[in-house]
Each structure stands twice: as structure tokens, then as C-alpha cells.
């Protein structure tokens, strides 16, 4: 089964990301509610819209496939009580959220596994819900990591993904291979491809998933990276001690991902259900 190294970024010092995302340091769009809302009350209240989305309450298992800095499992852990366990091919951050583990004493309802979901044995029909917030675009595989998912889900169980996308089939073909967006793909992530929401779609209905909703987001993501680019400008001679033109790699990123919203690229949230 394929599988794509993505270390090259998400194993960086966690530090960096600590300068530039919010203090959860959760790496996918917000939900803003209002004009004032900050990053922070924007992540907190995506967090709260995919617990609901995917029905989760205490005791239930959670799946989270790339997990990141553990943003989501801890907040899951804490405010629902759920039990979780969080993948990621980065050992960097399984450090980083074990650290946090033993600091708020969530032993007992959060757990982590280093490597590629594609590779990993699962239980199946083990979880109560899956999540997967801005990973399934590094898995080459689209098919086999729906039917991970969905073989991982107990009966009733729910999937949630929010990925971005190229806006069509035709927007991928003309724009995945441009500089820029080879820029992003291959000297920020290692490897990913922005499918059409339809690809997804396929996917999860291959699967064997029923689809109960589908959110654009895209409004909010752009906010998102708005806020992100302003804490690399306040944190420009930080990230450049760390790594020296860290900042202008990061701007170019950034500015990159929020220049085609709506226009060549969308975000979306794929909720699901496993029937049976």
C-alpha cells in the first residue's frame, strides 16, 4: 500500500508552529462566528462542530488519523471525555503530546501510535468515530484510506475529513502543477494532492459510507491563513533564528494556499456514516 513521508514538515521543531498557530497549535482551518473572534476561539469552535458532527459524548473511542500536535485528541480527551488515539508518522509530535499527557493527566484516555495508517494493524470495528483533519490529502492510496476508516468504525460509527480541494477535475489539471503549487507540495510537505470534494466523495461512498454532510469552509480557512501570516510577521526574526529565511519560506506558503480560494481551490468538510 502507498504511502507518502511527510516528515520533511510535520516533524520540524515544534516550536515553529507554536510562533505562527494558535496555542492549541492546531493545524486546519478555525470556525470564526464572529468579526472579533481570535484564532484561538476560532479552533476551539471547530473542535466543538466536529465533536458534534460525529456525535461524539464520554466514553466513546476516537480515532484521530494525523493527529498533528494533538490539538484535537486532547481537546476531545478533555472536554468530552473521550477515549483517543492519535496517528502520525512524526515522532516529534508524539513526543510533544505525551509531554502534554503526563502534564494534564489524560493517561488513561489518550494514547498515540508513530507511523503510517496504511501500514498500522487496527482493530476492527473498534471506534465509535474517525477524524482526519487535513491528512487525507498526504495519502496516495484515496480508496484504501476510506476503507481504513470504515473498517476501523463500529456499526452507526462516523467519519469526519476536512481536506482542501481543487475546485474541479479541470482546475486540478491546469493549476496542481504550476511552480507554486509544486512549491508547496514537494519543498513544504514531501507530498499531497488537493483532490475534487467529487473524488472524496467516491471514496467514501466506495467505501461503503453514507454522506450526511458536506460544509465549505472556505471562507474560514482563508481567515485562518490571514491570522497565520500575521504571527509569522510578528514572529519573522524568531523563525529566522530557528532556520535561517524561515519566515519568507513560510510567507510564500502561506500566501500561496490563500491566493486560490474559491477560485482554483475550496474546503470542505465530508461528514459520514457507517450504516452497518
Known amino acids: 500500500m502507498a504511502v507518502a513521508d511527510t516528515n520533511v514538515h510535520y516533524d520540524l521543531d515544534p516550536e515553529i508552529f507554536g510562533l505562527y498557530l494558535d496555542p492549541m497549535r492546531k493545524y486546519s482551518s478555525g470556525l470564526y462566528t464572529s468579526p472579533e473572534d481570535t484564532l484561538e476561539q476560532a479552533q476551539r469552535t471547530k473542535l466543538r462542530f466536529v465533536a458534534d458532527r460525529v456525535n461524539l459524548a464520554p466514553g466513546k473511542r476516537l480515532l484521530d488519523i494525523g493527529c498533528g500536535w494533538g490539538s484535537l485528541i486532547l481537546f476531545m480527551a478533555q472536554e468530552f471525555g473521550a477515549r483517543v488515539v492519535g496517528i502520525s508518522p512524526a515522532p516529534n509530535q508524539h513526543s510533544y503530546i505525551h509531554d502534554l499527557v503526563r502534564e494534564r493527566g489524560l493517561e488513561d484516555l489518550v494514547t498515540t501510535r508513530v507511523g503510517h495508517v496504511e501500514e498500522m494493524e487496527i482493530e476492527p470495528r473498534s471506534f465509535d468515530a474517525v477524524t482526519m483533519l487535513g491528512s487525507i490529502v498526504h495519502m496516495p492510496d484515496l480508496g484504501a484510506a476510506f476503507a481504513r476508516a470504515h473498517a476501523a468504525l463500529r456499526t452507526k460509527g462516523m467519519l469526519y475529513v476536512s481536506e482542501s480541494c481543487y475546485r474541479n477535475a479541470a482546475k486540478h489539471a491546469e493549476f496542481s502543477e504550476l511552480d507554486s503549487s509544486a512549491f508547496?507540495?514537494?519543498?513544504?510537505?514531501?507530498?499531497?494532492?488537493?483532490?475534487?470534494?467529487?473524488?472524496?466523495?467516491?471514496?467514501?461512498?466506495?467505501?461503503?459510507?453514507?454522506?450526511?454532510?458536506?460544509?465549505?469552509?472556505?471562507?474560514?480557512?482563508?481567515r485562518t491563513i490571514e491570522d497565520w501570516l500575521a504571527n509569522v510577521a510578528r514572529s519573522a526574526d524568531r523563525l529566522d533564528e530557528i532556520e535561517a529565511g524561515l519566515a519568507d519560506k513560510l510567507t510564500r506558503y502561506l500566501r500561496t494556499a490563500n491566493a486560490g480560494w474559491g477560485f482554483t481551490t475550496k474546503h470542505y468538510a465530508l461528514t459520514c456514516a457507517k450504516r452497518r
Open 184 to 222: 508547496v507540495r514537494d519543498a513544504i510537505f514531501g507530498w499531497g494532492d488537493m483532490r475534487p470534494l467529487s473524488e472524496l466523495v467516491r471514496g467514501a461512498e466506495d467505501a461503503g459510507f453514507s454522506v450526511v454532510a458536506v460544509d465549505d469552509l472556505t471562507e474560514h480557512y482563508h
